[in-house]
């Protein structure tokens, strides 16, 4: 077995982990976006797209869990308008690639991946690329004409919610 496979089987059930409830309190006291230096799930990160070399970066966004309601309003509205609708169009995951693009505007979301919950907060990793990187164009091409990719539904999470997202692997075929 390789390396890769320990790192997921290891990730397949966190919670046994001792030190899982120590990172999450530590995470819970860091802001919302944190520029990391390693990926926390390297098997994940580089199934994903990921390469330990410059222009990629990785942002660990921290997401409310509850509702995805929209914020409460600050001023007076009539009553007609003070009505507050749940954003049902998005997923947990895409909210936190639209953050951590709004934080890094030079840089472009390429894909992200779930690496922890509690009860008040859901944990992303986002891979981003320098969208200007010699390095990062010779292997992805697109991104240098797709600006915004995650607000525009590109991503894998933004995929899934528009519903378009293609089944790849074992059993693909009784899906199409």
Do not use: C
């Given at each position: 077995m390789g390396m890769y496979k320990y790192i997921r089987e290891a990730w397949s059930k966190p919670r046994?982990?001792?030190?899982?409830?120590?990172?999450?309190?530590?995470?819970?006291?860091?802001?919302?976006?944190?520029?990391i230096e390693h990926p926390t799930r390297l098997d994940r990160a580089r199934a994903l797209g990921y390469k330990a070399k410059q222009g990629f970066i990785i942002v660990r966004q921290k997401v409310?869990?509850?509702?995805?309601?929209?914020?409460?309003f600050k001023k007076g509205r009539r009553s007609k308008h003070m009505r507050r609708k749940k954003i049902v169009n998005i997923n947990y995951k895409q909210v936190a690639?639209?953050?951590?693009?709004?934080?890094?505007?030079n840089m472009e979301v390429l894909n992200?991946?779930?690496?922890g919950k509690d009860k008040s907060y859901y944990w992303y990793e986002i891979i981003l690329i320098d969208r200007s990187h010699?390095?990062?164009?010779k292997k992805h091409p697109f991104v240098k004409k797709e600006k915004g990719r995650v607000y525009r539904g590109k991503t894998a999470a933004g995929r899934?919610?528009?519903?378009?997202?293609?089944?790849?692997?074992?059993?693909?075929?009784?899906?199409?």
């Open positions: 046994k982990d001792p030190l899982y409830k120590e990172k999450l309190l530590q995470w819970k006291k860091q802001p919302s976006t944190v520029r409310n869990r509850g509702g995805r309601m929209r914020p409460q690639e639209q953050r951590a693009q709004k934080s890094y505007t992200s991946y779930f690496v010699k390095q990062v164009l899934k919610s528009r519903g378009i997202l293609t089944h790849k692997g074992k059993g693909a075929e009784k899906l199409r």
